[in-house]
């Protein structure tokens, strides 16, 4: 069995650029292909953000202030 090592790292900071909005309102960003939900953010923003956890297939941030 293959298990896909996400490209982030649990506390690790990254620049993004929001994609787009989820459901739930959070911003959607793409590290290498791999999904980020900042809560808070909006769609078009460049930030900083900080990886809060990491999943198999998606990741959670929070902005850097």
Not at 21 to 28: A, L, W
Not at 30 to 56: C, D, N, P, Q, Y
């Amino acid at each position: 069995m293959t298990f896909f090592d996400p490209p982030v790292d649990q506390g690790k900071v990254y620049e993004v650029t929001i994609d787009a909005q989820g459901n739930k309102g959070d911003g959607i960003a793409h590290i290498e292909s791999f999904v980020v939900f900042v809560k808070g953010a909006k769609a078009g923003e460049k930030l900083k953000i900080r990886i809060t956890a990491v999943h198999r297939t998606f990741a959670l941030g929070e902005v850097v202030k």
